[in-house]
């Protein structure tokens, strides 16, 4: 990592150091597969076209705050990335939201047909585990914490597409609740959870952070969908809204909507209490994610 | 286990005891995750709608034969099976094989939709690795086995859905065989790997007697989908030849592939050398898969 050398040893390093390093990690995590040519080029395509990288700096920062040293959670930040992509390329397929567009490209079945992409998402899901192994630090736990984040998802996923909730589930409200609580914030609290883990820190605290901005998360985009023009949020906006889907602005108004926004942010900085100046990146995150706007 | 009492504590279990042990345990496996009801039943369909169960009987059969406990390797056998049921899943969708009936069935997506059948797929690759992580027996280099076994059977599904070979393979037979030792017999040879890491055997024996009896079940799939009927094999026949898809007997003729079945079938035998008497049932099983009718 090329810190500035006056930054001294215990600086903390920007998110765009941490952005890179993870990009580069990810690049090797593939080059380490040694696939052939067509599938090499449609994995990159996938998992390296850019993205906020979110996930995995969560990983970093969580294990950051706890007071691990970052390069030991690179792995378990490689493999959260990797489920995180993984999700997106069948979640983009015509059988599924059938999108066009992702972070301003072509989505990889657009690219690469729907066979190919099918099977890129199912190595970037293999992928993610095998990394997870890799982590230098209970790799163990730390595997089982991204997979049960991953299975999460993939409930709400069923839920968000074709419904199927639990009985006692009735209320619009509940059921839009869970769809973000499973398909958006149990990978974000999974990131949050093993950066915990390879840190040597408590899990359960940086799960309460990353249930909290993970609801959050999902809150904002739901509004940024309401809001903001396709060719600002390089995927196509306004889609939830003319496709009828439950979102916050839909049952709870654009109000109430931002007002949950802001307890929510509330929330994941009280959760992270004492944890003193190494969790300070965590909370000028959460303040960031409450207030961006693509 | 109901084990005849007459069979003494050392005799081994017969296969249709096995099989009956496994799908216990695949239904315990998905159980264990508390899905909702929709997810549960479709997930539930794909996994234990029949089956020959032949990855997961390999993982105890291999066990076995290095003198494991069969029950050690239950955790090891799931997972074999679940990363098999998933790839069927995926296989049969529209955008790859496109098959309506497997197994005598309509397949997954018919029944509930490729957005859910896309899911179910999803969630039982992750309920694989999960599963593997519960082996007593070395849970890391299990699921390191597994995971390595479905990314080479993902490689095969590119080479044989869209191409994408290395670059220096440029004869048909050499890529069909490609096709068949990624997209079967990588599966058939790492359920072997397991239960050998399970039963603390040598993991190399195991994997050459499964990289023998791996092919060679390809082969046979591919005599078979040339000769016999669609009611018989309960999924769609002659369907390879139809579509002009690479195929043993297509490349080599009916003969020359019944002769590469026998001469798979002795390497597989003869691969076991000084297993001795608990190494039987892997015997018995290369000689019954070899002259299988469906």
Redesign the interface.
């Known amino acids: 990592m090329a810190a500035a050398p006056e930054a001294g040893a215990s600086a903390s390093p920007a998110d765009a150091e941490l952005v890179e390093l993870v990009e580069k990690n990810l690049a090797e995590a593939v080059a380490g ?1 040694e ?5 090499d080029e449609a994995t990159r395509y996938a998992l390296l076209g850019g993205g906020k990288r979110l996930r995995p700096i969560l990983v970093l920062r969580a294990c950051e705050a706890v007071g691990g040293r970052i390069e030991a959670a690179l792995p378990a930040a490689v493999a959260m990335e990797c489920v995180h992509a ?1 999700s997106l390329v ?1 979640d983009d ?1 015509p ?2 939201d059938d999108d066009d567009l992702r972070r301003g490209r072509p989505t990889t079945h657009k690219v690469y ?4 992409a ?2 890129v ?3 970037l ?3 993610a ?2 990394s997870a ?1 890799k982590s230098p630090v209970e ?2 736990p730390v ?2 914490a991204v ?2 984040g ?2 999460r998802m ?2 709400g ?3 968000d ?7 006692d589930l009735v209320e619009e409200i509940d059921r839009l609740r869970l769809i973000h609580e499973l398909k958006t914030a149990a990978l974000i609290r999974a990131s949050c959870r093993v950066g915990a883990i390879v840190g040597g820190g408590d899990p359960l605290v940086l799960d309460r952070y990353g249930a909290a901005i993970g609801l959050m998360f999902q809150v904002v985009d739901d509004i940024l969908d309401e809001t903001q023009s396709t060719e600002h949020l390089g995927k196509t906006g306004g889609k939830d809204r003319r496709s009828g889907k439950r979102t916050y602005p839909a049952l709870l108004g654009l109000e109430e909507s931002r007002a949950e926004v802001a307890r929510l942010e509330a929330a994941a900085v009280s959760s992270l209490g004492d944890l003193g100046p190494p969790a300070e990146p965590l909370r000028a995150l959460a303040r960031r994610l409450a207030v961006r706007t693509r």
Do not use: K, N
Not at 113 to 116: A, Q, S, Y
């Open positions: 597969l696939l052939a040519p067509l599938l993984f069948h397929l059988a599924m047909g729907e066979d190919v099918i099977l998402g199912d190595l899901q293999g992928l585990a095998e192994l790799p163990l595997t089982v997979l049960e991953s299975r993939i409930e996923q069923v839920h597409t074709v419904g199927g909730f639990p009985d």
